[in-house]
């Protein structure tokens, strides 16, 4: 039943109390109508417990604005919502429509840093190699709207929504990514299901990252990194110890990243969060270690650019040409595919704060 408002309602309780069930949570499709934004479709869903997060069906089914009755838990970047008719692929162009949010998908075929590899497997002689800019390009395809609305199971009530992404071309990658965003009325979390299909006729490598961003105020001086990891290795020459205690924003910091040694709790899931206990406020992951068996977090604690990522990942950190070189980038035969879950949610206060540190405390082993 739908804990709303201090009370669990049944179905027919609630349908006494509202003509709809959007007066209390629902989904809604509206375009953006300015700026770069014009013209981008998204889906506003609320769960009825304050818990609210937007869709970003032009950029991918990925997660913009979150927030928990009013307070933002996600990140958003100077650049905001573009249109993905403006993107930038190649080097480091990713930066220029990296509006931030819950969550931006980096992939499918391709994510990390830059790279060009062999593109030999697609028998077109002039394109011997194939060059990759920064977190591939699935974040700026724009998906097929495939259904959304709220589905009741008994006395429960799931608000969902489901779309395509396709990353293709012409003697290269076929590559299909189909999601589904559910949310339960009356809780405070989301839930990413992602199939990655190769819908072509050649071997295509594959790879997918998570970005998962935290912002202010959850993200602020004195706030925590809690992730089921026994270890972990600086990317670059910044210092490990302290990492996980996030500091003020500082006038030209430069970005670090730490790759984790996953711990996980029986079933192989992995949780992690960012939690300021001044607010009692946090935002948390879990994900499946055998599906993501690599973990970042992304400390950029500048000035205007505040933002912790927790990214779940395919792949190590230095990304598409190592893991070829160690045998493991993922290959997806014609007709394969995989899938991927990922749950998303708010910590609302510090007993939901000190239950969920318990649980990663438990999953570092």
Request: aromatic share 8%.
């Given at each position: 039943m739908p804990d709303l408002f201090g009370h669990a309602w049944s179905r027919g309780e609630l349908a006494?109390?509202?003509?709809?069930?959007?007066?209390v949570a629902g989904v809604r499709l509206v375009t953006l109508g300015d700026g770069g934004a014009r013209g981008v479709r998204?889906?506003?869903?609320?769960?009825?417990?304050?818990?609210?997060?937007?869709v970003l069906v032009d950029r991918?089914?990925?997660?913009?604005?979150?927030?928990?009755?009013?307070?933002?838990?996600a990140w958003i970047s100077g650049v905001g919502v573009e249109g993905p008719w403006y993107s930038e692929p190649e080097g480091l162009g990713f930066f220029r429509t990296f509006g931030g949010g819950l969550l931006v998908t980096c992939g499918i075929e391709h994510s990390l840093f830059m790279a060009k590899d062999t593109a030999a497997q697609y028998h077109y002689p002039p394109k011997q190699t194939e060059t990759f800019g920064l977190h591939g390009r699935i974040s700026n395809r724009p998906a097929r709207l495939v259904g959304y609305g709220e589905r009741w199971d008994g006395d429960e009530c799931v608000l969902y929504a489901d779309g395509e992404t396709q990353v293709a071309t012409v003697f290269g990658e076929q590559l299909v990514l189909r999601r589904r965003i559910e949310a339960r009325i009356g809780a405070s979390r989301l839930h990413v299901h992602d199939v990655v299909e190769n819908v072509g006729h050649d071997r295509t490598p594959h790879m997918l990252l998570y970005h998962v961003n935290a912002g202010f105020p959850v993200v602020d001086e004195g706030a925590e990194i809690l992730v089921a990891a026994t270890?972990?290795?600086?990317?670059?020459?910044?210092?490990?110890?302290?990492?996980?205690?996030?500091?003020?924003?500082?006038?030209?910091?430069v970005e670090q990243v730490f790759e984790h040694e996953l711990g996980g709790e029986p079933d192989g899931s992995v949780p992690a969060a960012v939690v300021n206990r001044r607010l009692g406020v946090g935002l948390y992951q879990v994900f499946d270690r055998a599906q993501l068996p690599h973990h970042f977090v992304w400390r950029?604690?500048?000035?205007?650019?505040?933002?912790?990522?927790?990214?779940?990942?395919?792949?190590?950190?230095?990304?598409?040409?190592?893991?070829?070189?160690r045998g493991e980038l993922i290959e997806l035969a014609a007709g394969e595919s995989r899938s991927y879950d990922l749950e998303l949610g708010a910590l609302d206060g510090n007993a939901e704060i000190d239950r969920f540190a318990g649980r990663v405390e438990r999953a570092t082993v």
């Open positions: 006494r109390r509202v003509g709809r069930i959007d007066q998204m889906l506003e869903f609320r769960t009825g417990t304050g818990f609210a997060f937007d991918a089914f990925d997660i913009g604005r979150c927030e928990l009755r009013g307070v933002p838990l270890g972990a290795t600086a990317r670059g020459d910044h210092a490990v110890e302290g990492y996980r205690r996030l500091a003020a924003p500082a006038a030209g910091f950029t604690l500048g000035e205007g650019t505040y933002v912790v990522g927790i990214e779940p990942c395919t792949n190590r950190t230095a990304g598409r040409l190592d893991a070829r070189e």
